[in-house]
Antibody
């Protein structure tokens, strides 16, 4: 079955760190760019970060640049988001999402259309 | 940065109604636009990409149009399962991806 499963969400104090994981199955993970998208409680969607299929290229929203790091382990079919310096405004459900476009080389840019999403994992930043 | 706006912010409609949602980009994005449907407590679902391409498995009552700065999502005959929030998303302002604020479609 084609699916994404996030884990790692938790309650963390301001200034703390957390690492999210997203386990992929049912497709050739390394051939697709991946992203993290978050949704604060009762709010809209906000793209956080993306990474190319090879892992060579990474992209960040200004709101998390310098604090969050996206990475992937294609041998484990897993996407990660290392979050440092967490703030109350980072409180959200974090979704991992797969790019629509298949990439057959190491240099395809993401198309930024997300055709597969996980169920999300909740990150709460509060003292 | 490109800003996305949607109108209306909410719409009340009945089963069978034709519903149109508008999305506007603060600058031209060619056809780099997607539409998503999200139901409460669930992940978003891709409906339309490249402004007018219907994602596989999505019913044909959904259609998208537009280019440049103005886009529309149309549901030709609203079904009970279509009551949800709809988001547009631009995919042009590399490397920044931006979603619109959403349009809630609820039952009249």
């Amino acid at each position: 079955e084609v699916q994404l499963l996030e884990s790692g969400g938790n309650l963390v104090q301001p200034g703390g760190s957390l690492r999210l994981s997203c386990a992929a199955s049912g497709f050739t993970f390394s051939s697709y760019a991946m992203s993290w998208v978050r949704q604060a409680p009762g709010k809209g969607l906000e793209w956080v970060s993306g990474i190319s299929g090879s892992g060579i290229s990474t992209y960040y929203a200004d709101s998390v640049k310098g604090r969050f790091t996206i990475s992937r382990d294609n041998s484990k079919n897993t996407l990660y988001l290392q979050m440092n310096g967490l703030r109350a405004e980072d409180t959200a459900v974090y979704y991992c999402a797969k790019d629509l476009g298949y990439c057959s080389s190491t240099s395809c840019p993401p198309d930024w259309y997300f055709d597969l999403w996980g169920r999300g994992t909740l990150v709460t930043v509060s003292s | 940065d490109i800003q996305m706006t949607q109108s209306p912010s909410s719409v009340s409609a009945s089963v069978g109604d034709r519903v149109t949602i508008t999305c506007r980009a603060s600058q031209g994005i060619s056809s780099w636009l997607a539409w998503y449907q999200q139901k409460p407590g669930k992940a978003p679902k891709l409906l339309i990409y490249a402004a007018s391409s219907l994602q596989s498995g999505v019913p044909s009552r959904f259609s998208g149009s537009g280019s440049g700065t103005d886009f529309t999502l149309t549901i030709s005959s609203l079904q009970p399962e279509d009551f949800a929030t709809y988001y547009c998303q631009q995919a042009n302002s590399f490397p920044l991806v931006t979603f619109g604020p959403g349009t809630k479609v609820d039952i009249k």
